[in-house]
């Protein structure tokens, strides 16, 4: 923007997915899959 301000904008999207187990058998499966949103704005004095 200028010498001093600044802005950062992003987005991300993050896909992890896993199985449950308990006692070696699997009874789940999970997944979660967030889209992140970041605004930044930044002064340097």
């Not at 010498?3 to 950062?8: E, L, P, Q, T, Y």
């Not at 199985?19 to 930044?42: N, Q, R």
């Amino acid at each position: 923007m200028s010498d001093r301000w600044s802005v950062n904008f992003d987005v991300k999207k993050v896909q992890r997915r896993s199985d449950v187990f308990i006692s070696g058998t699997k009874v789940s499966a999970v997944k979660v899959d967030p889209l992140m949103v970041g605004l930044v704005v930044g002064y340097r004095f």
